[in-house]
């Protein structure tokens, strides 16, 4: 049996021009996720990674608190997040501001967890993006391509719609439940499966291991 880590990115840049990068906390909070590693003497028989900027500055991140100079990994389109504006204009035409305060960021997120499942139930199909059967198949994908490897322990890092995907095809949960999921995940939180030749279970969810030390308590984001 192996075991699959899958690591949701750090803390992403919200309410900036481009999102798709981390902000100072998700570097921190990728850094400390690879000391942990380190401080647990784990190593990884290979590395998957979406192809978003903040999926390769989380796996940096992570390399440099476990210390190692570079690791291969592999990147896969597969792990690639939904574009969550296209979500939201799906059933929200009006554009949003780009504000940061709290109001506006709770409000972004009811329309992401509404548009989500419209999406999910096959009642509307955002611009530019395939159907959510479409994208879960990719995620399968990935989880066929790790079941089938020598691999005794896996690292991937993605975003909290592909795991979500992941967890909810091993665990059949239903799209309501599968948002929720999604919607939960913390930056840099880490998801276990186990794996055979079979199937995947699921060990843990949404753990933070690394930041569980009073020193880190300002440090747990969701964004």
């Known amino acids: 049996m192996g075991i699959l880590y899958l690591v949701r990115h750090g803390q992403a840049s ?11 906390l998700g570097l921190r909070q990728s850094v400390q996720l690879g000391r942990y590693f380190a401080s ?37 389109p597969g792990l690639n997040e939904y574009d969550s504006d296209a979500v939201i204009a799906a059933i929200h035409p009006e554009p949003l501001t780009r504000d940061t305060t709290p109001e506006n960021y709770r409000h972004h997120f009811r329309l992401l967890r509404a548009g989500l499942l419209q999406w999910m139930l096959g009642n509307t199909q955002p611009q530019g993006m395939p159907s959510w059967q479409t994208f879960g198949q990719q995620v399968v994908a990935v989880l066929d391509h790790v079941r089938r490897s020598q691999a005794e322990r896996v690292l991937l890092v993605s975003s909290g719609g592909p795991i979500a995907s992941a967890i909810g095809h091993v665990l059949g949960t239903p799209p309501e439940a599968t948002v929720e999921l999604n919607m939960r995940l913390r930056n840099t939180a880490i998801t276990e499966f186990s794996f055979g030749p079979k199937r995947h279970t699921l060990l843990t969810y949404n753990t933070l291991p690394h930041l569980e030390h009073l020193d ?4 747990v984001s969701h964004a």
Do not use: C, P
């Open 14 to 24: 919200f309410g900036a021009d481009d999102y798709d990068q981390l902000s100072d």
């Open 40 to 76: 647990k003497n784990m190593s990884f028989d290979a590395v998957l990674g979406g192809t978003l900027r903040r999926h390769s500055q989380t796996l940096d991140g992570i390399r440099e608190g476990m210390g190692l100079a570079t690791q291969h990994s592999l990147q896969w």
């Open 216 to 219: 880190f308590a300002q440090w």
